[in-house]
């Protein structure tokens, strides 16, 4: 079999960087003010305050500039990700910053990776299915292999994305 890695593995996320500044709806400004404000309270460096102050500024008026973007999109991923924002604002919220994230370095990469993703299933389409394993790579990692008559693919399951490990197409 013809062997390839890491297939699809996307680029770290500061090489999504978006161009323009991203725009944010009131819904937006008013659920995640107040979580910014939450992490400058958590900061007691100047040089970190002044960072978050800078954000929140740039969160209030509804335009968050390319350069901080990468810090934004952390603190929806964390508000998102613990529940918070479903929780506190309810359902339309989490929807909202949901198609927020999308648009910031992390959610791009995401992004990516799930194109990947598809694009490597792709290959083993049509092919009878001869196995599914799925393994442990370590803690917070997995590895899932799908082998068909005509294709062997691995994926890798992570925090940052879902990445293809390996596929090998052909005969044996």
């Known amino acids: 079999m013809a062997r390839s890695h890491d297939q699809g593995g996307p680029n770290p996320p500061e090489s999504f960087q978006p161009s323009e500044p991203l725009k944010l709806d009131s819904l937006q400004r008013d659920v995640l003010s107040p979580q910014i404000e939450a992490f400058l309270d958590a900061v007691r460096d100047p040089e ?3 960072v978050y102050r800078a954000l929140k500024a740039a969160v209030d008026q509804g335009d968050v500039p390319p350069e901080m973007a990468e810090r934004l999109g952390a603190i929806v991923e ?3 990700s613990s529940g918070r924002i479903r929780r506190l604002f309810g359902p339309g919220a989490q929807l ?3 198609s927020l994230y999308k648009k910031t370095p992390q959610g791009l990469h995401l992004i990516s990776s799930i ?3 598809n694009r ?3 290959e083993l ?3 009878r299915v001869e196995s599914v394993v799925a393994a442990l790579r370590s803690p917070g990692a997995y590895a ?3 082998k068909t008559d005509c294709a062997q693919l691995t994926l890798r399951f992570e925090k940052e994305g879902v990445l293809v490990e390996t596929v090998e197409v052909g005969s044996d």
């Open 48 to 50: 970190g305050q002044a």
């Open 78 to 80: 964390i508000a998102l």
């Open 96 to 98: 909202s910053l949901n």
């Open 115 to 117: 194109d990947s993703l």
């Open 120 to 122: 490597a299933l792709g």
């Open 125 to 127: 389409k049509g092919g």
């Open 144 to 146: 899932l292999t799908i």
